[in-house]
């Protein structure tokens, strides 16, 4: 998943090089949004720690 983030950003980096710039926001946005899922999903994984 971690992947997908940073080629989703990649792409969107490669579309303002391109002048592409409604594209880029749109996948800038996408990027965030997975990027923010991911975040939550791992903040809030409960840790099985036995101490």
Same mark, same amino acid.
């Given at each position: 998943? $971690?992947? /997908?983030?940073?080629? %989703?950003?990649? %792409?969107? $980096?490669?579309?303002? +090089? *391109? =002048? =592409? =710039?409604? @594209? &880029?926001? &749109? !996948?800038? *946005?996408?990027? $965030? %949004? +997975?990027? /923010?899922?991911? !975040?939550? #999903? #791992? &903040?809030?994984?409960? +840790?099985?720690? !036995? @101490?």
């Amino acid at each position: 998943m $971690m992947s /997908l983030l940073f080629l %989703v950003f990649l %792409v969107a $980096m490669i579309c303002v +090089l *391109t =002048k =592409k =710039k409604s @594209l &880029a926001y &749109a !996948l800038f *946005t996408v990027g $965030m %949004v +997975l990027s /923010l899922f991911w !975040l939550n #999903h #791992h &903040a809030t994984d409960p +840790l099985s720690i !036995l @101490l």
